[in-house]
């Protein structure tokens, strides 16, 4: 068999390189449940219909068909792999409304699939860890500055391993649309794409497009980068933004519901993640389905790579016509912020196997002695493999260093007088080597496992 090529777009990890996938995950997780947000897992299918309902999402939908399978084209029995968490999430909540409790705080981690280009963080297959806090019929504004705070502190615990600080973007649909309808655009879902395309096309291009695409005069395409330009981190920000709808007579009750909700969120935010969260007015989130606060997350110094995390207030996403449940949440990026970290030598593992003692075999007869030595050591839940063959010892000593190993246990052996020696172990980073019993030694803490460390 030649030699398979890579497919462009789908990660895998190298055994040190999922540690630190693993150690990213279980770290979210732990903060996610601090909070008392539950696991779910949803199914990787949705009907095809359900993907396209909401968003200009066709384009990257991967379709799913047997090779055979019959009246494959018939439209209600297409599937697709979901492209994000929140579109499954939301018929989740739908079919088990009556046995959930709300508010319902969940988290979700599995792989997602989009159609996109490859290219340095940008993945077609990727892992996404999501929160979200849904409620029945309403849901309180004080969510919405929970749910990035509480990314933030999720993101935050990372920062022990070498994740560089985080930035929380942040505004509000509704300051936006009130805006946007005050200064006289009615193309409001028109205007935010637009508005989106600023950090990848600039401010000259996005212009064009408003005219162009949106009908905006060139005074409207004015006004709305002006308000694009905007950002700050304290309550300032909002008497900005009232000053400049006031010049151009666009202060319209929409406005200023929404200018109350990001202050409130940019006032909590300076108590409890100070720094951390900055209203920006040129986040606009592509999706159609965000209705108030959106988000999008940056790493300080790494502000290229684009967001690794983001999300918003969501109203009509999920509803069956009679009963609409409201929500907001945020998704990590985890194969982006995975990706970063490893690329730029920010994070190592402190070994890329799990095992950290490896039991010599004097001889394959005296198998069964190392085998037992080696449960006795799992059972005091130390990682453990024994070596794949009764070779000299030198060379299994080069084998665990080869493995990343650090210890290397030789069990006792009978003498000339029949007495049993001590079993030892081997330290075979410094060389120093003990004797030790398989019912009491135990590696120090930092040995135990594998660790993820700052590298340098």
Not at 194 to 207: C, Y
Not at 423 to 443: F, H, L, T, Y
Request: aromatic share 6%; glycine share 10%.
């Amino acid at each position: 068999m030649a030699k398979p090529t890579p497919l462009s777009g789908f990660p895998e990890w190298l055994p040190d390189g999922r540690i630190v996938e693993q150690h990213v995950l279980d770290t979210l997780r732990h903060t996610f449940e601090l909070h008392g947000f539950a696991g779910i897992e949803t199914r990787a299918v949705e009907p095809l219909d359900q993907l396209l309902r909401k968003g200009e999402t066709s384009k990257e939908v991967y379709l799913l068909s047997r090779l055979q399978e019959e009246n494959s084209q018939i439209p209600d029995k297409q599937l697709g792999l979901h492209f994000d968490l929140t579109v499954p999430f939301a018929r989740y909540v739908l079919e088990n409304a009556g046995r959930i409790a709300f508010p319902f705080r969940r988290y979700q981690i599995q792989k997602v699939w989009r159609g996109e280009r490859p290219q340095d963080g940008r993945f077609r297959e990727f892992v996404q860890a999501d929160i979200d806090i849904v409620g029945a019929g309403e849901l309180p504004y004080h969510f919405e500055v929970e749910a990035p705070l509480v990314m933030a502190e999720a993101l935050g615990a990372l920062g022990e391993i070498g994740l560089p600080p985080v930035r929380i973007l942040v505004n509000n649909r509704r300051v936006a649309e009130g805006f946007y309808r005050g200064v006289g655009l009615e193309d409001v879902e028109g205007v935010l794409r637009q508005i989106d395309k600023l950090d990848k096309i600039g401010p000259e291009k996005v212009s064009e497009l408003l005219v162009t695409e949106c009908g905006a005069t060139d005074d409207q395409a004015k006004a709305c980068l002006a308000l694009a330009s905007i950002s700050g981190s304290d309550i300032a920000v909002i008497d900005e933004v009232r000053a400049l709808a006031e010049s151009y007579g666009a202060v319209t009750e929409l406005l200023e519901t929404g200018l109350a909700e990001l202050g409130a969120l940019i006032a909590a935010a300076a108590q409890r993640a100070p720094g951390v969260v900055v209203a920006d007015l040129k986040i606009a989130r592509g999706l159609d389905y965000y209705t108030g606060s959106v988000y999008e997350t940056v790493l300080v110094g790494h502000e290229q790579l684009g967001s690794v995390c983001s999300g918003g207030r969501y109203d009509t996403l999920a509803s069956d016509g009679k009963n609409t449940y409201p929500g907001v949440g945020l998704s990590i990026g985890v194969s982006r912020l995975v990706s970063r970290l490893l690329s730029a030598d920010l994070v190592e593992a402190t070994r890329s196997v799990p095992s950290a003692v490896l039991v010599a075999v004097a001889s394959e007869e005296e198998r069964a002695t190392s085998d037992a030595v080696a449960a006795a050591l799992r059972a005091r839940d130390i990682p453990v493999e024994v070596a794949p063959s009764a070779a000299k010892f030198g060379k299994q000593i080069k084998y665990a260093d080869r493995r990343g190993i650090p210890f290397v246990w030789f069990p006792g052996s009978a003498g000339e007088d029949g007495v049993v020696g001590a079993d030892q172990v081997k330290d075979i980073r410094s060389g120093d080597q003990v004797d030790a019993d398989a019912a009491s030694w135990a590696p120090s803490d930092e040995d135990r496992w594998p660790r993820v460390v700052p590298r340098g």
